[in-house]
């Protein structure tokens, strides 16, 4: 099945049932307790800074073990795998002093979910999995000054941004995503240029893939760092059309459901949540169960809010399967009829009459 193939057939998907979203990367990677070495391979062996941590570097170092997460994903019931990409601009690798491998990162990221996808679908015949190409927030924001003597100071411009975003959207491309999902963006002006430069790159090849966005609501105020209600944020983005619009990290499912439930009203196109697997605890890791989880996350799905959904920080294969067991046989949220008018958006949306 070719990629036009894929995407008509998850057109189609989308409109008969729940689409599930694989869960954390991130997590699924601490669990290997990887060690320096193992992060420099032989390839990096004699980089000159370290290396542990830089999770987007598994691709290149370790793929089988990439492989294997996307499997246990996939295999759990996700109908799609995101790429090992969310911070492998070459902005977010300037820490790591490895700015010359971003595009390669993206590559073969998307290519070892291609694999994993391929293979369980040898192993099921007639199921089609998904790969989302993931582009991240990066580390740096363009619209909140990093100095707190000096508002006016941006360690980083659209220009840099729309730049980065577009390197990383042709790798992600040439290694086989079937979508695009900007996500975990904590500042709208970040999501903007790599919209912008998706957009561009869309251009530039003759032809687009469904672009998935994603925002997080950081703390308990219902606002983006950058500081954009959800209605604000969707109005501030929706000239893009997207596939879907959603939430994700920062808070759990619990917390998640009253922003989730603003967009699946304001929003004429999908809707997805991967909250997290509830909150911190003061040790910084999730104490959700997958039953827990799952439970509260097909609340969102039989109260017709969704129409795709996942984990983030904290969930694992088990959590995954969890939610796609409870929403299996939940119908996916039915698109709304949305008036025209004016939307505008600052922090606050603004509706004309």
Sequence with gaps: MNRDERIARLKSDIKNRVLVLDGAMGTMIQGYKLTEADFRGDRFKDHPVDLKGDNELIGLVRPDILRDIHLEYFRAGADIAETNTFGATVIAQGDYQLESVSYEMNVES???????????????????????GVLGPTNRTASISPKVSDPGFRNVSFDELREAYKDSTRGLIEGGSDLILVETIFDTLNAKAALFAVSEVFEELGFELPVMISGTITDMSGRLLSGQTPEAFWNSVS???????????????????????????????????????????????YDETPDQMAKLVSEFASSGLVNIVGGCCGTTPGHIHAIAEAVKKIPPRDLPDIEPRLRLSGLEPFTGA
């Design 110 to 132: 998307a290519k070892i979910a291609r694999e994993a996808a391929a293979i369980v679908e040898s192993e099921e015949p007639g199921r089609v999995c998904y790969v989302a």
């Design 239 to 285: 000239h893009v059309k997207p596939f879907s619009i959603g939430l994700n990290c920062a808070l759990g499912a619990k917390e998640m459901r009253p922003h989730v439930h603003t967009l699946s009203r304001i929003a004429g196109v999908n809707v997805s949540a991967h909250p997290n697997a509830g909150l911190p605890n003061e040790m910084g890791e």
